[in-house]
């Protein structure tokens, strides 16, 4: 039982706060011969399978190096290696960088050992997703066939569910956990508890503003930790 | 437990069926703008559930829930779109969602050579929905429902 990461949503729909207490790593390495069986493409975060699943490799899977040097979004640098991935990397490309593409169908450059993955969300996708749920938010409520319905409390999956709880002034806080997690709305009220006990009554910190207060991200993930151990935030 | 309403959508995003069983909230828009809504935000719940998954997804999204109602989605590899309202008691249907595309539309509009499976299903396919009234009122989750 886990609780993968945990959001918190302004009025506005504008994400002030984002933790990642487990994501999974998900990673394959493997040792191909020319011709390759996928379809790649160039996608904003580096080259993507787009068609042609095997061994484990999805559809939406990104190559996160080949022949084990980190890949530079669309770009390989086979003699400059390891420059620290960060986050958000940018694409660089000098002069003795690969298009990635190019490099893989070039049938000289075979065998050739691919890794694949999943890739994190980074800060700007995980903005665009937090004003899209707000929006999800407000048509459930005008979609629902019953009167006055809230939005959306409880979002499942196969693999995750996804709970909100909006507070009175509008606040939404979001976890994502997996689908067997229990009592995540207690771990929401907990989480509102602390925002208000270590955001709101911080002096430094203004309303709707990103939440950069250490007191509140380090209790958030003392509650995490608790409801997954003990199946209860509270101490 | 309550079954609100079922909407059936092709992959290109037209509404091919709806019936409703109860409804308390009166519409606040035409019938056609409220399935371009439907259609839009299960195309969204979709996009946004893949991009936020941790782990790679087999089914994919299955159902929310608000205070009042449940939503349940079930799609079929040919891209039909099936969306069920219920009450929030209801746990995972769907099998019962499977079982209403393989046994009642399959049968009875697939295999119809009076009309075709991707084209809006109209009023004079009676069979079809006499068909699809008993499946559902047949439902457990349909028990005590819509009498109220």
């Known amino acids: 039982m886990v609780v993968h990461s945990f959001y918190v949503i302004n009025r506005s729909g504008g994400l002030i706060f984002s933790d ?3 994501i999974p790593k998900i990673e394959l390495e493997k040792t191909f011969s020319y ?14 399978v787009e068609f042609g699943q095997r061994d484990g490799i999805k559809v939406g899977h990104t190559i996160l190096s080949i022949n084990g040097v980190p890949v530079q979004g669309n770009f390989i640098d086979f003699s400059a290696p390891s ?19 190019s490099y893989l169908s070039d049938s000289t450059n075979y065998p050739v050992t691919i890794k694949f993955g999943r890739t994190r969300l ?19 409520c005008q979609l629902s066939p019953e009167l006055n319905s809230s939005g959306i409390r409880e979002l499942e999956t196969d693999q995750f569910k996804l709970y909100c709880f909006q507070s009175i002034t509008g606040i939404k806080f979001v976890a994502l956990t997996d689908t067997r997690q229990a009592n995540v709305d207690a771990l929401l009220k907990r989480t509102y508890e602390l925002y208000s006990d270590y955001a709101l009554k911080n002096p430094f ?5 990103p939440i950069w207060c250490p007191l509140f991200r380090q209790t958030v993930q003392q509650a995490m930790d608790l409801l997954e151990k003990t199946g209860s935030p509270y101490t | ?24 909230r009166p519409g606040t828009m035409t019938q056609e703008e409220e399935f371009k809504l439907m259609n839009g935000f299960m195309h969204s719940i979709k996009s946004f559930v893949q991009r936020l998954s941790p782990q790679d997804l ?3 999204f299955v159902s929310f829930k608000t205070n009042c109602y449940k939503l349940n989605y079930y799609e079929t590899a040919t891209g039909l779109k099936f969306v069920l309202n219920t009450d929030n008691n209801v746990g995972n249907i769907r099998d019962i969602l499977h079982q209403l595309y393989s046994t009642i539309f399959v049968n009875y509009i697939v295999k119809n050579p009076s009309c075709s499976a991707t084209d809006i299903i109209n009023t004079e396919q009676e069979i079809f929905i006499e068909k699809l009234d008993e499946f559902i009122s047949n439902l457990s989750i349909f028990a005590q429902t819509n009498k109220a």
Request: net charge negative.
């Open chain 2, 1 to 24: 437990m309550v079954v609100y309403n079922l909407y059936i959508f092709n992959r290109n995003g037209q509404c091919l069926f709806y019936r409703e069983w109860l409804r308390r």
């Open chain 1, 35 to 48: 011709p390759l069986d996928f379809v790649l493409k160039q996608g904003q975060k580096g080259v993507n």
């Open chain 1, 83 to 101: 420059t620290t991935a960060n986050d958000d990397d940018q694409q660089i490309s000098t002069s003795t960088s690969h298009d990635i593409i």
């Open chain 1, 20 to 22: 990642e207490h487990f």
């Open chain 1, 122 to 140: 980074n800060s700007n996708e995980k903005l665009i997703l937090a004003s899209m749920f707000h929006s999800m938010y407000a048509i459930a």
């Open chain 1, 205 to 209: 910190y203004s309303i709707d503003q």
């Open chain 2, 58 to 60: 087999k089914d994919g």
